[in-house]
């Protein structure tokens, strides 16, 4: 799908959706389009620059006999936003292509052990549908750009 680039300066426009719509930033899913791109013959050399919507990643492709080896990148830059209060627990958020809250599991009453990965799961999806419907992550944090 061709899509209006916003920096004239990219190789390629990247976008990311999944079945709850768009995310800001996939890392699996760069290595895997700039892979993909390569191996169908549209790109030739070994840096390629991406307009994603959290802004613009540079892809390093490490290129073996004619084919990539691998891929790599430079995310966009990551920083520490601020703390907010869920239930009495601080929620440290912070930004690195999408929006993260990190938290102790032993403040949420939990070990971080295999057996306890169901609750484990849903307490992390309570706790991102508190801080979308909270707004406490603001839209310049979600898309990266100002």
């Keep these: 799908m061709k899509i209006q680039r916003f920096v004239q300066a990219a190789d390629y426009e990247l ?17 895997g389009a700039v892979t993909a791109l390569a191996e169908l013959g549209r ?3 070994k840096e390629v620059l991406l307009d994603t919507p959290s802004g613009l990643v540079a892809c390093h492709l490490h290129w073996k006999e004619g084919e990539v080896q691998d891929v790599t990148f430079r995310n966009v830059p990551s920083f520490f936003l601020r703390t907010v209060q869920w239930k009495g627990v601080p929620l440290h958020l912070s930004y ?3 929006l993260f809250a990190l938290v102790e599991a032993s403040s949420l009453g939990v070990e971080l052990k295999r057996q306890n990965i169901r609750e484990i799961v849903d307490l992390g999806m ?20 100002t």
């Design 43 to 45: 790109i030739h050399k």
């Design 96 to 98: 690195g292509g999408n």
């Design 126 to 145: 309570i706790v991102l549908y508190c801080l979308y419907e909270s707004q406490a992550g603001s839209t310049e944090a979600q898309s990266g750009r």
């Design 15 to 31: 976008i990311f959706l999944n079945n709850g719509g768009t995310l800001s930033m996939c890392w699996h899913r760069t290595i």
